[in-house]
Structures are given as C-alpha cells and as structure tokens.
C-alpha cells in the first residue's frame, strides 16, 4: 500500500492544489511512483497534471466510483490515468480524475458506510505507488472526511494571512479529532507548509511568525511567492519546462525529501 497524504486548509487558495501537484513533481523526480487523488469537484490538480477529459468515450473518474452503487474495494485500479506532462518523470504520476459533479457525492454521505467510500476505492489499489497524495477541497465536510478516512497522514498548507492561517489551525484541530470517528485512529497530521510568502507584506511576515508560534517545528518550510508558479499553474505546465524556476524546484524538493522522511518510504 502506498503512503497516503490528504493535503488540507479549510479555506479556498490555501494553495492546496499547487502543493499537490508539486510535491507530486518532485517526488517523481526523485524516482517515487506518485498517484493523486482529485478530491475537489473543480477538478484543478487534474487539470493542472494535463489531464484531459473525453467527452466522447468518458472514461471512469472518482466522480463515479464513490457513486454507492459502484463503489468497491479496488474499484480505484480502474480510474488511474496518465497525466498529460511530457517530462520525463511524468510517467511515474498517475491521476485519479474528478468531475464536477464529485460534489453530488457529498449529498450521499448518509449512505451507510459512506465515509469508507474513497479507503475501499483505493483498497489494493495503490499497492504499485509509493506514495498517493489527496487533494482536499476547502471544506471540512464530507468528501475530505473522505479523504481523511482513506490517509495516513494529513498535510496542510496556509498562505501567510490571518485567515488561512486560522483555516489551518482548524484543518489540524479536525484531524486530531476525527481519526476515531472515521475508523482511522492512527491518522496523523504532518505539518504545515507556509504558501505564497512575500517579506514585502508587513501581514506574511506576522503570520509566518504567527505561524511558528501556532505550529511550531511541524512549520515545514516557506514557499516564496512567484508569478511563474501561478503562470505554471494557470498553463499546467510541469516545473521544469519552466524558465527560473530553479529556486522554487529546489523549495519543494526540499519539501517532498520531509515528506519521505516524515510520511516513510
Ligand atoms: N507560491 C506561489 N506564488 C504565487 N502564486 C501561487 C503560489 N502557490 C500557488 N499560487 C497560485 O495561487 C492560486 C491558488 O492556489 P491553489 O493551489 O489553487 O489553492 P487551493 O487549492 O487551496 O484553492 C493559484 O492560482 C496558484 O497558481
Ligand atoms: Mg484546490
């Protein structure tokens, strides 16, 4: 089974998806087997991988599997994708797409059994990966219990602002909480990475501060702000094939050789 990492913030921009999707870049580039998991109906990290739908001939996404008349142990060894990155490490990530209509699923949740939906999708079905990482949406409701009830581990990410820092604090207090609740007692919470940080800003340099002092070692590092990440993103591009990125490649390999060390191998 791979090790499984729900990545969290209970708000919007939180940089989630942009953590996701690098982290899983530069895992792969460190010779990991890389699956993530679009637990957002908006579908970003599927997007931002190259993922195209067809409309054609659609193939099975989460979006169907967790559906209580599909969902089954492993059914998830039918929805993995290649993404659409031609870097040379892009065929060590694979994606487990989501539709938008992934927020009908959050309606089903008093379906018995229901939040055991995602951990029995993904029953043997990562056994090939080493590491499967889960992109939460804002929420804390159903589809990131979903998440939660599937993982090893719980990662956040804040950007350095009062309100994200607070939606991180909760993100942490819920996975503290909910493991019993979810059938997962022995879910863990990681730490925190600090997205999006500019020193120009008098409110970053308070709130990574603030930060330390709310998380403090589990502050896993500081992701500078830089337009070619958003452009990056924006064009679901891998980093790479990104002109002077070098900086930012290096600050989340950084961040993924923690996530090995912390998550293990
Ligand atoms: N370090 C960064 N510097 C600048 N822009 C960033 C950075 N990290 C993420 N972004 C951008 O911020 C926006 C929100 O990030 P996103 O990952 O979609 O947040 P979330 O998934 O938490 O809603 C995106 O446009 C993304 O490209
Ligand atoms: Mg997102």
């Known amino acids: 089974m791979a090790k499984r990492i729900a990545v969290g913030n209970n708000k919007g921009g939180a940089k989630k998806t942009t953590l996701t999707v690098r982290l899983a870049e530069a895992l792969a580039k460190q010779g990991k087997r890389v699956g993530v998991v679009d637990m957002d109906p908006q579908g970003n ?110 990662l956040a990410t804040t950007e350095p602002e009062y309100d994200s820092v607070e939606a991180a604090v909760r993100y942490r207090d819920f996975v503290a909480t909910s493991g019993d609740d979810l059938g997962n007692p022995d879910l863990t919470f990681l730490g925190v990475v600090v997205s999006a940080y500019d020193q120009r800003i008098g409110a970053h340099v308070g709130q990574l501060n603030g930060a330390r002092k709310l998380f403090g070692d589990l502050v896993w590092g500081v992701i500078p702000r830089r337009s070619l990440i958003t452009n990056a993103d924006e064009y679901g591009q891998p980093l790479s094939e990104v002109a002077d990125s070098s900086e930012v490649r290096g600050v989340f390999e950084l961040l993924a050789e923690r996530l090995v060390k912390e998550a293990g191998a």
């Not at 065929?91 to 699923?105: S, Y």
């Open 45 to 154: 990290a599927s997007r931002r991988l190259g993922w195209v739908d067809s409309p054609d001939n659609p193939p099975l996404t989460i979006s169907e599997a967790l559906e209580p008349e599909n969902v089954a142990d492993g059914i998830g060894a039918q929805i993995w994708q290649p993404i659409g990155w031609t870097a040379e490490y892009a065929d060590r990530i694979t994606v487990m797409p989501a539709r938008f209509t992934l927020e009908d699923r959050a309606t089903e949740a008093g379906h018995k059994g229901a939040w055991r939906r995602l951990a029995k999708t993904l029953k043997g079905a990562d056994d090939h990966l080493d590491y499967v990482l889960i992109d939460c949406p804002p929420s804390l409701g159903h589809l990131t219990q979903l998440a939660l009830a599937a993982a090893h581990h719980a």
